[in-house]
């Protein structure tokens, strides 16, 4: 079965508290991309990565951290120093040249 | 900077009204449309996409949007609503220069009363 998993669904953190949020997909995308999602926000991107071992910050960076040490995984790290993590977090993919993008179930965050 | 206005925030309508739901984009290059869905507990799901041709895109559930270059809108229309449409709708534009990053609107959310 082709698709993005996203994990954990739900995730609680203590303030101050660094926290990784997993992305893996099986559907041999180059393109690999993570979102915040806000009520009344949209979506908001953080970071993308067109190639394994290079990524590019997005509109919203400040605070996270990511890596694509492989072709299928791009996990995301916010850190103590993004100011408003609670949010839901949505990995999408999508295949170079072609925009159309592919998203996850998401992870819903919540900083205690 | 680029942007992507959603007029309406939530509209609620009653089973068989005619919807249409407003987006408009700030960019004066070529450009890549897209509609997404996201029903209650789902994933965002693609509706529809214009990238050249013909302005009228047909999608999936009976939806079909509009991309009227002159007035830099992709408007989403369904003659005739179901309950089962209630859900979130989100606009995104592709700027031609800017790889496959998607600008999103701020959403609007559908409320079908049955």
């Known amino acids: 079965d082709g698709g993005i998993t996203q994990s954990p669904k739900y995730l609680f953190r203590k303030e101050g508290q660094n926290v990784t949020l997993s992305c893996e997909q099986n559907?041999?995308?180059?393109?690999m991309y993570w979102y915040r999602q806000d009520p009344g926000q949209g979506l908001r991107l953080i970071y993308y990565?067109?190639?394994?071992?290079?990524?590019q910050k997005g509109d919203i960076a400040e605070g996270y951290s990511v890596s694509r040490e492989k072709k299928e995984s791009f996990p995301l790290t916010v850190t103590s120093a993004q100011k408003n993590p609670t949010a839901f977090y949505l990995c999408?993919?999508?295949?170079?040249?072609?925009?159309?993008?592919?998203f996850g179930p998401g992870t819903r965050l919540t900083v205690l | 900077a680029q942007s992507v206005s959603q007029h309406n925030h939530h509209v609620i309508l009653s089973e068989a009204a005619s919807l249409e739901l407003g987006c408009n984009y700030s960019?004066?290059?070529?450009?890549?449309l897209f509609w997404y869905v996201q029903y209650p507990g789902q994933h965002l799901q693609l509706l529809l996409k214009?990238?050249?041709?013909?302005?009228l895109v047909k999608g999936i559930k009976g939806f079909e949007a509009e991309f009227i270059k002159s007035k830099f809108s992709f408007n989403l229309r369904k003659p005739s609503v179901q309950w089962s449409d209630t859900a979130e709708y989100f606009c995104?534009?592709?700027?031609?220069?800017?790889?496959?990053?998607?600008?999103f609107g701020q959403g609007t959310e559908l409320s079908v009363k049955p």
């Open positions: 995104a534009v592709n700027a031609y220069n800017q790889g496959g990053k998607l600008i």
């Open positions: 559907l041999n995308h180059d393109a």
């Open positions: 990565s067109q190639i394994v071992n290079d990524f």
């Open positions: 960019y004066g290059g070529t450009v890549n």
């Open positions: 214009y990238f050249s041709g013909d302005p």
């Open positions: 999408a993919s999508s295949m170079l040249g072609n925009n159309e993008q592919f």
